[in-house]
T-cell receptor, first 109, second 114 residues
Framework: GQNIDQPTEMTATEGAIVQINCTYQTSGFNGLFWYQQHAGEAPTFLSYNVLDGLEEKGRFSSFLSRSKGYSYLLLMELQMKDSASYLCAVRDGDYKLSFGAGTTVTVRA | DVKVTQSSRYLVKRTGEKVFLECVQDMDHENMFWYRQDPGLGLRLIYFSYDVKMKEKGDIPEGYSVSREKKERFSLILESASTNQTSMYLC?????????????FGPGTRLTVL
């Protein structure tokens, strides 16, 4: 089966940086995704990594190491609106995603 | 913008009832998915479809069936609802080709089975 682990909760202060780690053990690998989900809303796509290295998108960056089965999402210059759940997902074939349980980030003033 | 819509935001049904959850996407995506989301468990794939009339079981298909008669519509059916099917149900779609082929999610249906 697929095993995707990420911390349950993280708390940080407005303006700070938070790093959400994700480790995975899957039968195959065809890309890693990060989604953001605000309470009561649909998940929305944040980032995609298929090769090792860092992908930067404004205040958010995502890193992948395939040999270590490891990724992180870096949220910089935290804002109150960044309070949400962040979902790590691995695609192991052509279509299917396997998700971690999600990390709830709370941003405090 | 891709739009994925689901027929209901909230639904309350009784044990044993047949339940239909409808999902429609307007971007001509080939792939469509049904997930359930439960606290502490994350999103789990129930069924997916990569073409009209095609379906494949996901990780937790027991107690569910699906129908895809048209490309834009993917229905999830609970033949005889049970209390352990109380959950948030999310539909998603994705294109066949593209770099990331990310999935786009609908707003979800919160189903309560009494």
């Amino acid at each position: 089966g697929q095993n995707i682990d990420q911390p349950t909760e993280m708390t940080a202060t407005e303006g700070a940086i938070v790093q959400i780690n994700c480790t995975y053990q899957t039968s195959g690998f065809n890309g890693l995704f990060w989604y953001q989900q605000h309470a009561g809303e649909a998940p929305t796509f944040l980032s995609y990594n298929v090769l090792d290295g860092l992908e930067e998108k404004g205040r958010f960056s995502s890193f992948l190491s395939r040999s270590k089965g490891y990724s992180y999402l870096l949220l910089m210059e935290l804002q109150m609106k960044d309070s949400a759940s962040y979902l790590c997902a691995v695609r192991d074939g052509d279509y299917k995603l396997s998700f971690g349980a999600g990390t709830t980030v709370t941003v405090r003033a | 913008d891709v739009k994925v819509t689901q027929s209901s935001r909230y639904l309350v049904k009784r044990t044993g009832e047949k339940v239909f959850l409808e999902c429609v996407q307007d971007m001509d995506h080939e792939n469509m998915f049904w997930y359930r989301q439960d606290p502490g468990l994350g999103l789990r794939l129930i069924y997916f479809s990569y073409d009209v009339k095609m379906k494949e079981k996901g990780d937790i298909p027991e107690g569910y069936s699906v129908s895809r008669e048209k490309k834009e519509r993917f229905s999830l059916i609970l033949e005889s609802a049970s209390t352990n099917q109380t959950s948030m149900y999310l539909c998603a779609s994705s294109p066949l080709a593209g770099e990331a082929n990310e999935q786009f999610f609908g707003p979800g249906t919160r189903l309560t089975v009494l």
